[in-house]
């Protein structure tokens, strides 16, 4: 199973920044590899809650349904795939750290699929470079964002 994980620090406080990335809506926004996230379900954030993402990774649009599995507010996320291309669990968490805080997001797993499966390791290589786009992506829209843009 290949394993990524990466830290950025954020001027931003961190119960802002957890709101921001615990949103699937907001994954297009600061994720460059996410086309769509959202929720299947109705409700408040929790334990259990549903939700779907279509990613575009290996030159293949992949969708996969995942479920809360942890939920800490404001300090860590963490989601798991039921169904669809990879098997994978992905986790953010935010410690405050002076005038901001640092953000660490990971993900563990592999792509299903025979071909897919032993494309796992370019794919474990592609995803740390997307991540580190994303969270330089991430830190760039929250540090310059105003109160009217908070989403």
Known sequence: MARAELSLFVDRPADEVFAFVA???????????VIESGWLDDGPMRLGRRGYQTSRILGRTMSVEAVIV????????????????????????VEPQGTGCVVSGGAEGHFNGSIMRLLTPLGVRMMVRDARS????????????TEAGLT
């Open 23 to 33: 949103e699937p809506a907001n994954n297009p926004r600061w994720r460059s590899y």
């Open 134 to 145: 994303s969270l330089q992506k991430l830190k760039a829209a929250l540090e310059t964002r």
């Open 70 to 93: 942890e939920w800490d507010p404001p300090h860590s996320v963490c989601w798991e795939a039921v169904r669809g291309g990879a098997t994978v669990r992905s986790w953010v968490h």
